[in-house]
């Protein structure tokens, strides 16, 4: 079935960096965008960032700048996350949507202490 692993989460330091990568397997058809989603505590889920077939992104205002995704022809997507906050500090997930249906990695933890 269908599956989205992701890694690279975990604690840093203000202004450290984090690379989060998502693999996606099984049988996924038209992948038109892929992008990455956080919710921290007591938060709605938002947006982070896009990026869709032809390499177009999209970056939230608070990480633009900061934050760079890409992906590769192997169905897989990265967030590059550089200078850190505090606020940053959620959980990751990875999403990819292909054929119209939205499939949701189980989210990795980034926290950032101050």
């Known amino acids: 079935q269908v599956q989205l692993v992701e890694s690279g989460g975990g604690l840093v330091q203000a202004g450290g960096s984090l690379r989060l990568s998502c693999a996606a397997s099984?049988?996924?058809?038209?992948?038109?965008?892929m992008g990455w989603y956080r919710q921290a505590p007591g938060k709605q889920r938002e947006l982070v960032a896009i990026?869709?077939?032809?390499?177009?992104t999209n970056y939230a205002d608070s990480v633009k700048g900061r934050f760079t995704i890409s992906r590769d022809n192997a169905r897989a997507v990265y967030l590059q996350m550089n200078s850190l906050k505090p606020e940053d500090t959620a959980v990751y997930y990875c999403?990819?949507?292909?054929?119209?249906?939205?499939?949701w990695g189980q989210g990795t933890q980034v926290t950032v202490s101050s």
């Open positions: 099984g049988r996924i058809f038209r992948i038109n965008v």
């Open positions: 999403t990819v949507v292909a054929a119209n249906i939205d499939y």
């Open positions: 990026i869709g077939s032809g390499s177009s």
